[in-house]
């Protein structure tokens, strides 16, 4: 039966919902970027990789992920025993649609002398396609690692990429993807927010364009903005990114004021990420009742994709020594 079918209105969806989180053995994961009331029921909340690596340290036995497909099939990589499911198979992701793997890997053809370091939000596929995966926050200390002369692809976040190119002083190579909530942010109209609240700073995050993190005092991961939202001394802080984390931020901290950057109707509305608003507490309900709909990822092609993770865990643990790594240690086995 699928859902536009059923009439779950008579439901007490929360009660439901940890009923068969116990009788499945289930942890319930939710991104920063879902709405307040999947937030509030999730066992963990944070970042995408953050969640993969606590979820695979558990013993469950299901992993329901509220975000979105690349997320949750990072969790199948890293956590291949356990059954993985997402609530809503179409909560997909811009910067994912962007970089599909036929074209990646044709790309890849074209500079062979050229590493992919290759952000997190992304396929399964292009993962395994990517010699390094880099996260927002791990991604500097990365490209801190690698020979000045190794040519390097950065995909599939252009600002991303534009950002590190600028901060680290490399040129990069960059796919040209985006990701639809960040590019809605208005400069006009951030101006003008500033102006009404002056002093009050700006936490962006790097997928952010230029023109908006040139307004920013603080720019980093979603955690970090957190983070920064938390324990600086302002008492006001505008938020260039998804305005749903701004939950996290009111729960942490009621005394603070938190503000979205806005879009160009001069209000943050537009940038709420339509994928994320994909998962309801009715389709999260579903799926743990149905263990449907399911991640499945072929064992060769996740293989291959946790080697270019383990790449990335190896290297932000501080393990590989600056400039230590090769051309030769760094070639692509795909």
Request: proline content about 6%.
């Given at each position: 039966m699928t859902m536009q079918n059923e009439n779950l209105s008579g439901l007490d969806l929360r009660t439901e919902i940890d009923r068969l989180r116990k009788e499945r053995n289930a942890i319930i994961l939710a991104h920063y970027y879902q709405k307040p009331e999947i937030q509030d029921?999730?066992?963990?909340?944070?970042?995408?990789?953050?969640?993969?690596?606590?979820?695979?340290?558990?013993?469950?036995?299901?992993?329901?992920?509220?975000?979105v497909k690349f997320m949750a099939e990072t969790a199948?990589?890293?956590?291949?025993?356990?059954?993985?499911?997402?609530?809503?198979?179409?909560?997909?992701?811009?910067?994912?649609?962007?970089?599909?793997?036929?074209?990646?890997?044709?790309?890849?053809?074209?500079?062979?002398?050229?590493?992919?370091l290759t952000y997190i939000n992304c396929s399964a596929a292009v993962k395994a396609?990517?010699?390094?995966?880099?996260?927002?926050?791990?991604?500097?200390?990365?490209?801190?690692?690698?020979?000045?002369?190794?040519?390097?692809?950065?995909?599939?976040?252009?600002?991303?990429?534009?950002?590190?190119?600028?901060?680290?002083g490399r040129?990069?190579?960059?796919?040209?993807?985006?990701?639809?909530?960040?590019?809605?942010?208005?400069?006009?109209?951030?101006?003008?927010?500033?102006?009404?609240?002056?002093g009050a700073p700006v936490a962006a995050h790097p997928e952010c364009p230029a023109h908006i993190l040139d307004h920013a005092d603080?720019?980093?991961?979603?955690?970090?903005?957190?983070?920064?939202?938390?324990?600086?001394?302002?008492d006001t802080v505008i938020i260039a990114t998804e305005p749903h984390i701004i939950h996290q931020m009111e729960k942490a901290v009621p005394e603070k004021t938190f503000i979205g950057a806005p879009g160009a109707d001069g209000n943050c509305n537009c940038n709420i990420c339509p994928y994320m608003a994909l998962n309801t507490m009715e389709k999260l309900?579903?799926?743990?009742?149905?263990?449907?709909?399911?991640?499945?990822?072929?064992?060769?092609?996740?293989?291959q994709a946790k080697k270019s993770l383990d790449r990335m865990l190896e290297m932000s643990s501080g393990t590989v020594g600056k400039g230590d790594l090769g051309p030769t240690d760094l070639a692509h086995k795909g």
């Open positions: 029921i999730a066992d963990f909340v944070g970042d995408s990789l953050e969640l993969s690596r606590k979820a695979a340290e558990t013993d469950a036995d299901v992993i329901a992920f509220c975000g199948k990589i890293l956590s291949p025993e356990k059954i993985v499911v997402l609530p809503d198979l179409d909560a997909g992701c811009s910067l994912e649609d962007s970089c599909p793997p036929d074209k990646f890997k044709a790309f890849r053809e074209e500079h062979p002398d050229h590493i992919a396609l990517s010699d390094i995966i880099v996260t927002s926050s791990s991604a500097e200390m990365i490209l801190d690692q690698l020979p000045k002369d190794q040519k390097i692809i950065f995909a599939p976040d252009k600002h991303l990429g534009g950002y590190m190119a600028r901060k680290t040129d990069m190579l960059l796919w040209p993807g985006v990701c639809i909530v960040h590019e809605k942010f208005s400069e006009t109209e951030l101006i003008k927010l500033k102006a009404e609240h002056p603080h720019v980093g991961s979603t955690s970090s903005i957190l983070k920064f939202a938390k324990e600086s001394d302002y309900y579903i799926a743990l009742r149905d263990l449907e709909p399911r991640i499945e990822l072929d064992e060769e092609l996740r293989l």
